[in-house]
């Protein structure tokens, strides 16, 4: 059974840097979408960005684009958000999700978090000085 485990998040000033990583355990995700989604204090979870497993292609929400990537290392069934120039907005517990591919479907289509069964249990973020 799938399980995928968020790991490297902290506490970081404003302007600093991490790495996220989702860990995917007794599965291979070869052929998925990864998602990495973040909820704030009494907001609901929302998208950051996606990757396909498949072909590697990615799409990332208005908000972070420019300052946060999504990569991945299929070898390691391993996947990565990094983050930089951080800000306090961006303080939330930041969720990692996946789905199946759908052929022929675009990342940006299956970026929503309705499509996504499988999530890790998150792990927080804090931007502050």
């Known amino acids: 059974q799938l399980q995928l485990v968020e790991s490297g998040g902290g506490l970081v000033q404003p302007g600093g840097s991490l790495r996220l990583s989702c860990a995917a355990r007794?599965?291979?995700?070869?052929?998925?979408?990864i998602g990495w989604f973040r909820q704030a204090p009494g907001k609901e979870r929302e998208e950051v960005g996606c990757?396909?497993?498949?072909?590697?292609?990615?799409y990332y929400v208005d908000s972070v684009k420019g300052q946060f990537t999504v990569s991945g290392d299929i070898a390691k069934n391993t996947w990565f958000l990094d983050m930089d120039n951080l800000k306090s907005e961006d303080t939330a517990v930041y969720f990692c999700?996946?789905?199946?591919?759908?052929?022929?479907?675009?990342?940006?289509?299956?970026?929503?978090?309705?499509?996504?069964?499988?999530w890790g249990q998150g792990t927080q973020v804090t931007v502050s000085s």
């Open positions: 999700g996946a789905r199946n591919w759908l052929t022929f479907t675009k990342v940006e289509l299956m970026c929503v978090k309705r499509g996504f069964g499988k």
């Open positions: 007794g599965f291979p995700l070869d052929y998925h979408v």
């Open positions: 990757i396909s497993t498949y072909d590697n292609s990615t």
